[in-house]
């Protein structure tokens, strides 16, 4: 089902957690947001300029792109998917909000597609390439407009990332959080307090020694790493359940692709704690709001 630029609802364009894809695998991270009539991207992992295009959003058509944090399963491909916008016929800007490091990113990409953007400016005639994608800071209870709809950004706990949020997003007639990679924290209950629908990362406790073993690292540092700076299934229910949200969607799934480790694992561990509806993420996922 695609939800069109006139529905309000939210788009799963990637639901794995983590970088690398295999043969089978889903796609990293990255939301098409759809409210009030306006479009825009949270997190740009890879594959991210395909999925919107699939999700029948033209890139153009964005209004704004949102980076939680810098991990590279998050904005891998918001270069490439910007700059994919400028061919496509980009007039309008495409203002590009991130945490702090992502100036760095972005100069970097500039740089190293100089020749290109230089050259189709001046053979092709094309507007301005820097100035289509203006870039502001996030940080905590950071708001953010896209039109009338409002965001708010509350910083999160992804070690050793200190810059990480979470996204509260605000239309006239919805309200949509999104956990972004997390810890579970307290506060996440009343920052989703009444929302229409959480989306919230989820961890299966259980699975991560077989994740980290089949990578075959020689000590235990990715596995401090996840079960210390991410939710667990269950968690992320009773974060849902104790904020009386609407509905939860799980995503950046750790481990996905494992056999044992599918959709009945994943609702099942949800629903220890959350007894509402519950929407287990797969690529390309639409989840509509409203009736």
């Known amino acids: 089902m695609d939800i069109s630029r006139k529905s309000d609802g939210v788009t799963l364009l990637?639901?794995?957690g983590g970088p690398a894809i295999r043969?089978?695998?889903s796609m990293p991270t990255s939301i098409l947001v759809n409210l009030g009539g306006r479009s825009f991207l949270v997190d740009a992992g890879l594959g991210a300029a395909s999925a919107v295009c699939r999700a029948g959003v033209a890139l153009a058509d964005l209004e704004a792109a949102i980076i939680t944090h810098l991990h590279s399963d998050h904005y891998l491909e918001l270069g490439p998917l910007l700059h994919t916008a400028w061919t496509s016929g980009l007039k309008s800007p495409?203002?590009?909000?991130?945490?702090?490091?992502?100036?760095?990113?972005?100069?970097?990409?500039?740089?190293?597609?100089?020749?290109?953007?230089?050259?189709?400016?001046?053979?092709?005639?094309?507007?301005?390439?820097?100035?289509?994608?203006?870039?502001?800071?996030?940080?905590?209870?950071?708001?953010?407009?896209?039109?009338?709809?409002?965001?708010?950004a509350m910083r999160n706990h992804?070690?050793?990332?200190a810059?990480?949020?979470?996204?509260?997003?605000?239309?006239?007639?919805?309200?949509?959080?999104?956990?972004?990679?997390?810890?579970?924290?307290?506060?996440?209950?009343?920052?989703?307090?009444?929302?229409?629908?959480?989306?919230?990362?989820?961890?299966?406790?259980?699975?991560?020694?077989?994740?980290?073993?089949?990578?075959?690292?020689?000590?235990?540092?990715l596995y401090r790493h996840i079960i210390g700076s991410?939710?667990?299934?269950?968690?992320?229910g009773r974060i849902a359940c104790e904020a009386e949200v609407g509905a939860l969607a799980l995503n950046h799934f750790v481990p996905e692709g494992l056999p044992g480790y599918g959709e009945d694992e994943w609702l099942a561990a949800a629903k220890t704690f959350f007894k509402?509806?519950?929407?287990?993420?797969?690529?390309?996922?639409?989840?509509?709001?409203?009736?």
Request: proline share 7%; glycine share 10%; charged share 25%.
């Open 14 to 16: 990637g639901v794995k």
């Open 23 to 25: 043969p089978g695998s």
């Open 94 to 152: 495409i203002p590009v909000y991130g945490p702090s490091g992502i100036e760095d990113y972005w100069q970097g990409f500039v740089d190293s597609m100089r020749f290109d953007i230089d050259l189709r400016m001046e053979d092709e005639g094309r507007p301005d390439f820097t100035s289509l994608f203006p870039l502001s800071p996030i940080d905590h209870d950071s708001r953010i407009a896209v039109g009338d709809i409002a965001i708010t």
């Open 158 to 161: 992804h070690p050793p990332i």
């Open 163 to 221: 810059h990480s949020y979470a996204l509260r997003i605000k239309s006239a007639d919805f309200t949509v959080v999104l956990s972004g990679d997390t810890a579970p924290i307290d506060e996440m209950v009343e920052f989703a307090r009444g929302a229409d629908l959480l989306v919230h990362e989820a961890m299966l406790t259980e699975g991560i020694r077989a994740l980290c073993d089949r990578m075959g690292y020689k000590d235990d540092r």
């Open 230 to 236: 991410h939710t667990s299934a269950e968690d992320a």
């Open 276 to 291: 509402g509806p519950i929407h287990i993420g797969r690529d390309g996922m639409a989840i509509p709001l409203g009736k």
